[in-house]
Nanobody, 126 residues
Framework: QVHLVESGGGLVQAGGSLRLSCAAS????????MGWFRQAPGKEREFVAA????????DYADSVKGRFTISTDNAKNTVHLQMNSLKAEDTAVYYC???????????????????WGQGTQVTVSS
């Protein structure tokens, strides 16, 4: 069982920055794909970013490329999401997720992730 706890959400003005963190209670952190998803009111949960192989491989949604950066602190079993140049449309609940399917080509799908955090609210005011 993997337990994920997110932190770092809040209210920020458009153009500002936030850093989300997700602490994972897992013995072999490097054995998982770590992903971030978000869900806005009335919308489906959507992929934001993913990381694996101790940071050697990262993937991003087109909507956040160049603005968001995913990274890991392997010593602390923590994954971060640095969000810059935030826009009103980034407003959502952000979820951390973990998948043991390291070879999966489907990192964009929530279906491959077995473990989810409780979510943290990010609100960007325009």
């Amino acid at each position: 069982q993997v337990h994920l706890v997110e932190s770092g959400g809040g209210l920020v003005q458009a153009g500002g920055s936030l850093r989300l963190s997700c602490a994972a209670s897992v013995s072999t952190f490097s054995s998982y794909i770590m992903g971030w998803f978000r869900q806005a009111p009335g919308k489906e949960r959507e992929f934001v970013a993913a990381i694996r192989w101790r940071g050697a491989n990262t993937d991003y949604a087109d909507s956040v490329k160049g603005r968001f950066t995913i990274s890991t602190d392997n010593a602390k079993n923590t994954v971060h999401l640095q969000m810059n140049s935030l826009k009103a449309e980034d407003t959502a609940v952000y979820y951390c997720a973990a998948s043991p399917r390291l070879m999966s080509a489907g990192v964009y799908s929530p279906l491959i992730y077995d473990y989810w955090g409780q979510g943290t609210q990010v609100t960007v005011s325009s």
